[in-house]
């Protein structure tokens, strides 16, 4: 019964996974070869920065507002291909709804751990 504790407690190396998923999703035009269409690009590097940037500042100060906008980055980037019209084409779009449900889940996943505590709980994070 030790081990679901994992579940129960917000980790700093989830907040390091965010960092990195964040990384990721601003490289994934490269990673799937699809640098052609500039929108595209620029989506995917403010999403990557936006993710990383949230990931970043739940690692320093822990709100529950920080989760709540790396779901709706994970949203925004899973309908995304939809939105600007590279679904269907490439494997772009495979990376992007991957790696946004990927965030999304992580989120939630951070949220529901967060949701019961106070602030003083929530700023002994990382300690």
Do not use: K
Not at 62 to 83: D, F, K, M, N, Q
């Amino acid at each position: 019964m030790a081990g679901m504790r994992i579940f129960d407690v917000h980790r700093t190396w989830e907040d390091w996974i965010g960092i990195f998923l964040g990384v990721l999703i601003g490289l994934s035009p490269w990673f799937s070869g699809q640098q052609a269409d500039q929108l595209v690009m620029w989506n995917a590097m403010l999403v990557g920065v936006l993710v990383l940037s949230l990931a970043a500042v739940e690692l320093v100060d822990l709100h529950r507002w920080e989760e709540i906008g790396e779901i709706a980055c994970g949203v925004w980037l899973i309908s995304s291909p939809y939105i600007f019209g590279y679904a269907g084409i490439g494997m772009l779009q495979y990376w992007h709804f991957g790696l946004g449900t990927v965030v999304v889940l992580l989120a939630a996943m951070e949220l529901w751990q967060d949701w019961n505590q106070n602030d003083e709980q929530l700023a002994r994070h990382g300690m």
